[in-house]
């Protein structure tokens, strides 16, 4: 059982940044990603970017790569830094844990957060 608390969506103009932190707790394994969805209105949830537990392995979405950084710490907090904020990156964040190495897919997460709020004006 993993409980997931997510921070840090809100609205910002385009080219601004935003932080989003994930705060994991409870049981978890020796190995996992930890990763970042999002879901705008009308649309599926897609992959945004998804780390090891132990760092330094990472993976992100043609779409985000070089704006965005995923990053972990030893207390498994995992955060998404955004930069170069487009309006069509509107949508709602969501961190999820999974077994598999590097999931990409929804389905190989096990536990999600609540979601957040990241809002671009134009």
């Known amino acids: 059982q993993v409980q997931l608390v997510e921070s840090g969506g809100g609205l910002v103009q385009a080219g601004g940044s935003l932080r989003l932190s994930c705060a994991a707790s409870?049981?978890?394994?020796?190995?996992?990603?930890m990763g970042w969805f999002r879901q705008a209105p009308g649309k599926e949830r897609e992959f945004v970017a998804g780390?090891?537990?132990?760092?330094?392995?990472t993976s992100y979405a043609d779409s985000v790569r070089g704006r965005f950084t995923i990053s972990i710490n030893a207390k498994s907090t995992v955060y998404l830094q955004m930069n170069s904020l487009k309006p069509e990156d509107t949508a709602v964040y969501y961190c999820?844990?999974?077994?598999?190495?590097?999931?990409?897919?929804?389905?190989?997460?096990?536990?999600w957060g609540q979601g957040t709020q990241v809002t671009v004006s134009s």
């Open positions: 409870g049981r978890t394994v020796s190995s996992y990603s």
């Open positions: 999820a844990v999974g077994g598999s190495w590097l999931g990409r897919a929804r389905e190989q997460y096990d536990y």
């Open positions: 780390i090891w537990w132990s760092g330094g392995s």
